[in-house]
Structures are given as structure tokens and as C-alpha cells.
T-cell receptor, first 116, second 117 residues
Framework: AQTVTQSQPEMSVQEAETVTLSCTYD???????LFWYKQPPSRQMILVIR??????QNATENRFSVNFQKAAKSFSLKISDSQLGDAAMYFC?????????????FGTGTRLQVTL | GAVVSQHPSWVICKSGTSVKIECRSL??????MFWYRQFPKQSLMLMAT?????????EQGVEKDKFLINHASLTLSTLTVTSAHPEDSSFYIC?????????????FGPGTRLTVL
């Protein structure tokens, strides 16, 4: 079974600064997907960014980018130019490749605070 | 597009009663829906995978007789918490996946807060 670990229960960043959230995972599969989800106080899950394991290039979505290290089974999220609206719980998630079980396995989450 | 709704958004019930939560995909057909449970300040825990027209697949440790799941149409799945007790109080979230083995995204509903008195 796959496991996802987020070792930082809480992080804090000043507005306009950069912060990196860590995520490691364990799997014996070679093809899979990794996601970062944001859960603001409304508790609506919002997809932030995704990475396909077969792609070497790190995914980027505006101010959000990942550092995907497949051999190390590491998938960190970098938030640049942090904004107050970035304050939320962030969950790292793993999904097996299409054609297999499509369920998501979530990490324990990191609560991000953004200060002025 | 890809909007998922849940109803109700919150519910309070007495211990021993049953509560039904609906999950609807509003603008797409969802052959597969997922039900999660989230306790305060914790992660999402998958309870079951619901496939349209077939029995749900429950995760280990989830009582299928207590958490009844019905996925009767391509746009609706329901979770019924039977004989609810205070320990069932939690935040329940559903998600839906578009058809096809190539579809990789799950679209999440806004969640339902259940409080059992």
C-alpha cells in the first residue's frame, strides 16, 4: 500500500515571501500521479497542482511549483510571492496510474499561515 | 465545469437516528464517486468507493452496514449514516471522477458537517 508523509504540521510565511512544503511518499509502482490540494477554512478541497510520475519536468502553475524527485520519492510544493489567501491546509496526495484503483491517498496535511 | 454539490451542508441529529447525505455531479457524469471522512485538524480518510450500478467498495475498518452507500445514477451518490452516534460526528466529503480509465482527477464537493447529539 502507498503511504504519503507530510512532516511539517504547521508552517508560517510572510506575505510576498516564498515557502516550501515537504511531502514524501512510498510506493512500489513506477507510474502514478501526485497532487497538492489546498483546503481553506471553507473546507472545499481545491486542486493546486499535479505531477505525472513519467514526466521529469517539474509542474508549475503560476506562483506554485513542485520539486519532484522520483528516486527520492519526494514531492515538495513551493509557493512564491505568498498571499494572505494562500493560508490554508495543504494536502499532498498520491494516485495510482489510470487503469488501476483510482483512489487518492492523502498525507496528514500542513497548515500554512501567512503573516503580514 | 466539473462541479460537485453536497446536500445538506450541515446536519444535526439525535443519537439513534439515520442521516442521508447526497452527492451530485452537476455538469458531468460520474461513474465513480468517493466518500471521505475528515475529523477536526486531520486528513481525509477514504471510506468507500462508489461505482454507478454496483455495490460500493469499503475501506478496511469501515462498517458497511453503518455507512450505506447507494450510487443509483451517473450523477447521484448517497451516504446514509444509520443509527448515528456521537462518535459519527465528523465532516463528510464526497468526490466524483469523470468516466474513462484515462480520467485522473477527482472533483470534490463542499462537504457535510454531521453533528450527532
Amino acid at each position: 500500500a502507498q503511504t504519503v508523509t507530510q512532516s511539517q504540521p504547521e508552517m508560517s510565511v510572510q506575505e510576498a515571501e516564498t515557502v516550501t512544503l515537504s511531502c514524501t511518499y512510498d510506493t512500489s509502482e513506477s507510474d502514478y500521479y501526485l497532487f497538492w490540494y489546498k483546503q481553506p477554512p471553507s473546507r472545499q478541497m481545491i486542486l493546486v497542482i499535479r505531477q505525472e510520475a513519467y514526466k521529469q519536468q517539474n509542474a508549475t502553475e503560476n506562483r506554485f511549483s513542485v520539486n519532484f524527485q522520483k528516486a527520492a520519492k519526494s514531492f515538495s510544493l513551493k509557493i512564491s510571492d505568498s498571499q494572505l489567501g494562500d493560508a490554508a491546509m495543504y494536502f499532498c496526495a498520491y494516485r495510482s496510474a489510470p487503469g488501476t484503483a483510482s483512489k487518492l491517498t492523502f498525507g496528514t496535511g500542513t497548515r500554512l499561515q501567512v503573516t503580514l | 465545469g466539473a462541479v460537485v454539490s453536497q446536500h445538506p451542508s450541515w446536519v444535526i441529529c439525535k443519537s439513534g437516528t439515520s442521516v442521508k447525505i447526497e452527492c451530485r455531479s452537476l455538469d458531468f457524469q460520474a461513474t465513480t464517486m468517493f466518500w471521505y471522512r475528515q475529523f477536526p485538524k486531520q486528513s481525509l480518510m477514504l471510506m468507500a468507493t462508489s461505482n454507478e450500478g454496483s455495490k460500493a467498495t469499503y475501506e478496511q475498518g469501515v462498517e458497511k452496514d453503518k455507512f450505506l452507500i447507494n450510487h443509483a445514477s451517473l450523477t447521484l451518490s448517497t451516504l446514509t449514516v444509520t443509527s448515528a452516534h456521537p462518535e459519527d460526528s465528523s465532516f463528510y466529503i464526497c468526490s466524483a471522477k469523470t468516466p474513462g480509465q484515462g480520467a485522473i482527477f477527482q472533483f470534490f464537493g463542499p462537504g457535510t458537517r454531521l453533528t450527532v447529539l
